[in-house]
């Protein structure tokens, strides 16, 4: 079926910024190159170190297509492996956050200690101890600062302070370092990470999209501010909701998948993991200041409208990575006031795919 001629956005457009072709939305080429030039090339933040601060704890999460494993070991180094085992290729651990004291792989049961040697081959039979000491999980690199935790599938990573940008300093003074573990969510969505990601970009939703977060937020001072790999949002809070509004207006994104939201008592680690052309997983990681009981009931609330407001948001991104996919939309405009940050990310992925 061919699509009457209709007029094209970039025919009007000599001064706006477009967006990135609808395709790169949907169709697996795209998605292939972002999985081996950036997810699999590139240091990405995997994980909050909360999750991991005692020998035995681990996070086994799936990053585009990859399940990866980070665990503190005994010898209290942090460590991460491709979760994979080296018999028949099972996930060694399934998906998820936990304790345990050896890797025990939940097909034939081969155990690995925390350093990913084979331990044991039970009943495998002929020279196990040969077996063991040839066979290793796939190693991957880890490292961490400011209780974050980041990976690097490469064998020869970049540079770890490039792909940090301007993190770290955009976050001095928010206090994260005080935080103190929470809880996890986790929400699966039918869109390609980038229609999550540059929903992110932009307040110029809020008004219309957020009602509630809408009543805190003074749209009139939001601003977003780009540059070295990361964009931070900035917003006053309307006077009137000084006391009750949760969000403290801070929130940094960092290329490529990754935010940071500041709450007025806490905080939380927002994770865009990719796994396939259309679908994503939001994985997120609450820390509060106080995590005492007494506390329980503040947090929630700021956890309450975060689930609110991400509702909002996937509703919104799925309908349209429907759009993005229909064969109608091509490319669109941008607004120059509101959508600078958008035009950041834009211009950083059109960089992935010119490589
Ligand atoms: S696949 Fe892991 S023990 Fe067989
Ligand atoms: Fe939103």
Known sequence: MTIPAQ???????????????????????????EREKLF?????????????????????????????????????QLKAFHNVCRHRASMV?????????????????????????????????????????????FNIHVKSVSGLVFICMAENPPPFEKALGGLVAALQGSGIEG???????????????????????????????????NKDVDFNTYKVIVGDRIARHETG??????????????????????????????MNLEIVMPTGPET???????????????????????????FLVTQEDVDIVEIVQKNL???????GELSPRHENGVVYFHDLVRGIHAK
Not at 12 to 19: D, F, I
Not at 48 to 70: D, I, M, N, W
Not at 244 to 257: E, F, H, K, R, T
Not at 281 to 304: G, H, K, M, T, W
Request: some cysteine.
């Open 325 to 331: 996919s229909a064969g109608v939309y091509h490319v």
């Open 40 to 76: 699999f090339s590139e240091w990405q933040l995997f994980c909050h170190e909360a999750l991991v601060e005692k020998p035995g704890q681990y996070v086994a999460y799936t990053l585009a297509g990859r399940p990866l494993l980070v665990l503190r070991g005994k010898d209290g």
């Open 237 to 266: 809070i309307r006077p009137e909701r000084a006391d009750v509004a949760q969000n403290s207006g801070l929130w940094v994104w960092l290329w490529p998948n990754v935010a940071i939201n500041i709450y007025k008592n806490g």
């Open 179 to 213: 935080f103190k573990f929470f809880s996890t969510a986790s929400h699966p969505m039918k869109c390609n990470w980038k229609t999550y990601i540059e929903n992110y970009m932009e307040g110029y939703h809020i008004p219309v999209i957020h009602p509630e977060l």
């Open 280 to 306: 994503t997983e939001l994985r997120y990681c609450y820390l509060f200041r106080d995590v005492s009981e007494a506390a329980r009931e503040e947090n929630q609330r700021a956890i309450d409208l975060s």
């Open 7 to 33: 007029p094209r956005a970039q025919d009007n457009a000599a001064q706006n910024h477009l967006t990135i072709p609808a395709a790169w939305y949907h169709a697996p080429e795209f998605y292939e190159a």
């Open 93 to 137: 651990l399934k998906e998820g956050v936990g304790t345990t004291q050896v890797l025990r792989c939940m097909y034939h049961g081969w155990v690995y200690d925390t350093d990913g040697q084979l331990a044991k081959a039970p009943g495998f039979g002929g020279d196990e101890k040969d077996l063991c000491e040839r066979t290793h999980l």
